[in-house]
């Protein structure tokens, strides 16, 4: 992509309705954009169908989920999940007798990873292992899920498959220095992609984040053409990260957390779905503003962009509900501390010479610097310590609007899908959350009527 590509309307659903089937695949743990699609897809009354990834046991085989995981899987989810394990990833698979990639970065230490080579080869075999282990696994979900939907129903596949980092003490050694270290602690994030685990790594990252969203599109082909033939509607949808546009001095500007380094993947997941659009598939990566999540909060500094949501939801009108969050999020802040303090402090961030060369599109996803990664890392834990309660946070509160928000644009705008590739920005967030909010209160003063 040359420059992003913002969704600019907010579209209702016209196309999905009672008795549709959503397929949620990847399955559904903790905080994540995922709950608010799904929810969604239940309003409208859809069959909910998920699937697991399965679960590793003492001898890393990998195992469907036992009686009373499922049990749990499926409430969590609302629906029904298929049982096959689709783990995805080349990290815990090997040749019959082999060591895995994870058991090859074993031998890293902290001093050595740098220089360490890894035997790439091996690791292709690795890595023919473990999809090949996927695809007739993901075949058989397949042939499962065809079974279960009816003649006449539209479908909704919804990607959330994303990560691929291998339990490697080394690496989560070097990752806490990259992504929350500063000062002395501090390491460059383009060090590790230039090394022989960081190559490891990204690929991995492309296997699960990029990669399953084609099996997907290709496995579901036969389901795609008998839906079709009997004419119903098939649409694709997946998550995708690429920075966001919000407000900075006033304007909306395109902004990102650096280094994000997933970022590859995340590219090559946008032209998975250029390659499926341009075939007459529709197939559309919706890159998301910045929440906090299970794994997100892996990058601390993340989560600042988020806050100016709340300039946004005055900018774009938001009246009294948008004063209640800045109020509801001034609570969480200890006394003597402001959101106007926040504010000041993301702003100067913003602001900061060492920022700037960070706002290039086209550069992305750029590398970290000491400078840069002192100032993001600093400001978060500065920010974070003006709370009440660190478990408690501004940046959670605005999360779960936005998980909202995404979920009823993304949903909207499937029945007519634009392109490929779309962002969703700060802007179309705000007037999505004010306009549900407005709604809202127009059928309460009705029903006082």
């Known amino acids: 992509m040359k420059k992003p590509i913002a969704l600019e309307t907010i579209s209702d659903n016209t196309v999905f309705r009672k008795g549709d089937v959503f397929v949620l695949f990847g ?130 596949f919804a990607h959330t498959m994303a990560g691929g980092i291998p339990k490697a003490k080394v690496f989560l050694v070097v990752a806490n220095r990259i992504y929350k270290g500063t000062g002395a602690r501090h390491m460059s994030s383009q060090a590790l992609i230039d090394s022989d685990m960081g190559k490891l790594i990204l690929r991995n990252f492309d296997e699960v984040s990029a990669n399953t969203f084609r099996h997907l599109i290709d496995a579901s082909a036969a389901i795609r053409e008998r839906v079709e033939a009997e004419g119903g509607q098939v649409r694709y949808t997946a998550y995708g990260y690429h920075g966001t546009g919000i407000l900075i001095g006033g304007e909306y500007r395109w902004q990102t957390y650096t280094n994000y380094t997933q970022g590859y993947a995340k590219m090559r997941l946008e032209g998975i779905a250029e390659d499926a659009w341009a075939k007459g598939i529709k197939a559309s990566v919706y890159n998301c503003p910045e929440i906090r999540t299970n794994s997100s909060d892996v990058f601390t500094g993340i989560e600042l962009p988020l806050i100016p949501l709340l300039l946004a939801l005055k900018k774009e009108n938001g009246g009294k509900w948008a004063d209640e969050q800045w109020q509801a999020c001034e609570a969480l802040l200890a006394d003597g501390h402001t959101l106007d303090d926040v504010m000041s402090k993301i702003s100067s961030l913003q602001a900061s010479d060492v920022m700037v060369p960070f706002y290039d599109f086209s550069a992305w996803p750029m590398p970290n610097s000491q400078s840069q990664a002192d100032l993001t890392i600093g400001t978060s834990n500065e920010i974070t310590a003006m709370h009440r309660d660190s478990k408690v946070m501004i940046s959670d509160l605005l999360s779960a609007l936005v998980v909202e928000a995404t979920g009823r644009l993304i949903f909207g705008a499937s029945s007519e899908p634009r392109g490929p590739v779309q962002w969703l920005n700060h802007d179309v967030v705000a007037r999505c959350l004010n306009a549900s909010r407005e709604c809202a209160e127009s059928t309460q003063r009705l029903q006082v009527a």
């Open 27 to 156: 399955e559904l743990f903790g905080r994540g954009y995922a709950t608010g699609l799904l929810d969604q897809a239940r309003k409208a009354g859809m069959q909910i169908v998920g699937i697991t990834v399965g679960r590793r046991d003492e001898n890393n085989s990998l195992r469907p989920l036992t009686n009373e995981e499922l049990a749990e899987a499926e409430a969590r989810l609302g629906g029904t999940i298929i049982n096959v394990p689709l783990m995805a990833g080349f990290d815990l698979d090997a040749p019959e007798g082999g060591p895995t990639a994870t058991d090859m970065l074993a031998g890293l230490t902290l001093e050595s990873w740098e220089r360490e080579k890894l035997d790439w080869d091996y690791i292709e075999k690795c890595q023919a292992v473990a999809t090949e282990r996927f695809t007739t696994a993901l075949a058989k979900v397949m042939s499962i899920l065809d079974g279960m939907i009816p003649a006449g129903r539209n479908v909704f």
